[in-house]
C-alpha cells in the first residue's frame, strides 16, 4: 500500500503565499506522475498542477504564473508554492501520485490520493 501525507494548508490573507508538500511511503517502486487537484464548496474537483517525474509541469490557467509545482524524487515528495494567492483560491488541496507496479506480463498503475489540506485565503 501507499500513503499521501500532506502539510502546509491554513489560512493566509490575499496576496499572501503558502507552500504545500505531500510526502508518499509505502510500497514504491517508482512515482510516474504526480499532482495537486482541490475542490471548493459546491464545486467539482480541478486540477490545479501536475508533474512528471522527468520534470514536465502544466498547470491550471487560472493558476498560471502564481503557483509552481515541483518533486523531489529521492523523497517521494511533490510541492506546491503558491504565492499571489486569492479569494478564489479557497479549497481542500488534494496531491496524487500515480505509483507503476509489475504485475508481470504487464504494469499496472494506481494513483493514490491524500486526505486533503483546508487552504482558505481571506482578510
Known amino acids: 500500500q501507499v500513503q499521501l501525507v500532506e502539510s502546509g494548508g491554513g489560512l493566509v490573507q490575499p496576496g499572501g503565499s503558502l507552500r504545500l508538500s505531500c510526502a508518499a511511503s509505502?510500497?514504491?517502486?517508482?512515482?510516474?506522475?504526480m499532482g495537486w487537484y482541490r475542490q471548493a464548496p459546491g464545486k467539482q474537483r480541478e486540477l490545479v498542477a501536475a508533474?512528471?517525474?522527468?520534470?514536465?509541469?502544466n498547470y491550471a490557467d487560472s493558476v498560471k504564473g502564481r503557483f509552481t509545482i515541483s518533486r523531489d524524487n529521492a523523497k517521494n515528495t511533490v510541492y506546491l508554492q503558491m504565492n499571489s494567492l486569492k479569494p478564489e483560491d479557497t479549497a481542500v488541496y488534494y496531491c496524487?501520485?500515480?505509483?507503476?507496479?509489475?504485475?508481470?506480463?504487464?504494469?499496472?498503475?494506481?494513483?493514490?490520493w491524500g486526505q486533503g489540506t483546508q487552504v482558505t485565503v481571506s482578510s
Open positions: 508533474i512528471t517525474s522527468g520534470g514536465s509541469a
Open positions: 509505502g510500497s514504491i517502486f517508482a512515482i510516474n506522475a
Open positions: 496524487n501520485a500515480d505509483v507503476p507496479r509489475p504485475s508481470p506480463p504487464v504494469v499496472v498503475t494506481t494513483r493514490y
